[in-house]
């Protein structure tokens, strides 16, 4: 009885360990060309990738990579200026502390963006929304997330009365997880394209939500971790568009593809690139 119970375990061991070593060969293959032709490519905080996150330097080289959207999180600083930033405090990403809210412009200037990164970008500033549009509107997509919005009452007017200083916003695209700013932008300026983000808590989505959601949002934007391809599908029928962001896993690239979702929000701006499959392999 024992050398049979010993013979089943040698036996069960072994077969974890083909599994295993089949599943450690698949996740060091190389990428296989994956179609992204129409898809729309979205640089996450810039290309941040390879350069200081959320700065005129992560914007540019957006750009220069391809990308037909640049992303950037916007919070409100002390004196009402809308600051280019991911974090609502500046610790992380800055040489500087404390929370935008409680800080002013000129404060806010005097801070160095780029050594966090590299030290090839010291001196890089931190950039205001104004900064951002007189950079870089017309010349790339601009999808502006709104941060915290709870934390920044009238961040919405101020991000509308920005964008209403320029012709046409048709490239521009306003996002943040939180539904209700997002119907307060559309109910400001209801030409806007608006793109509400699913957190992980609001998955499954219901058809009711859907139906509620597609009546003022132009994309429902997900992590492709947390979306099933009928709600893409759902969405699609309600003429709605779906962006999705991952981690650099080829798997989920692979899977946004077979799921026909309509762009891709990622730290490269093209997947796949040959940079980005030599990043993933290593």
């Given at each position: ?7 089943r ?23 296989k060309d994956?179609d ?9 905080r ?7 996150e ?9 750009i220069?990579l ?28 800055t040489?500087?502390s ?29 950039i ?34 920005v ?8 490239s ?51 992590n492709?971790s947390?979306?099933?391809k ?10 709605g568009k ?23 929000i ?17």
């Open positions: 009885m024992i050398r049979k119970w010993k013979r375990r040698l036996t069960f061991i072994t077969f974890l360990g083909a599994c295993l070593i089949l599943l450690v060969g698949y996740i060091s293959q190389p990428i994956v992204v032709e129409g898809m729309i490519s979205v640089a996450h810039g290309a941040a990738s390879y350069a200081p959320n700065t005129h330097a992560a914007f540019q080289k957006g220069e391809g990308a037909d959207f640049i992303e950037a999180d916007v919070h409100l600083s002390k004196d009402g200026e809308l600051i280019i930033m991911h974090d609502e405090t500046v610790d992380r990403t040489n500087g404390g929370l935008i809210k409680n800080m002013t412009l000129e404060e806010l200037k005097m801070l160095e963006a780029g050594s966090h990164f590299h030290p090839d970008y010291h001196g890089e500033p931190v205001t929304l104004n900064e951002l549009l007189e950079s870089f509107f017309g010349q790339v997509g601009l999808l502006i997330e709104i941060k915290h919005p709870a934390l920044y009452p009238g961040i919405e007017e101020k991000v509308v009365e964008l209403s200083q320029y012709p046409a916003t048709d521009v695209i306003v996002q943040s997880f939180d539904i209700d700013s997002m119907k307060r932008i559309h109910e400001l300026d209801p030409d806007l394209q608006i793109a509400v983000l699913m957190k992980a808590s609001f998955v499954p989505v219901s058809l009711w939500q859907l139906d509620e959601l597609t009546s003022f949002a132009t994309y429902i934007n997900f492709i947390a979306v099933a009928r709600t893409v599908d759902e969405i699609h029928k309600r003429g779906v962006l999705v962001w991952s981690k650099k896993d080829k798997r989920l690239i692979q899977k946004a593809v077979s799921y026909d979702v309509d762009g891709i990622t730290d490269f701006s093209r997947w796949p690139v040959e940079e980005d499959i030599q990043a993933v392999n290593e």
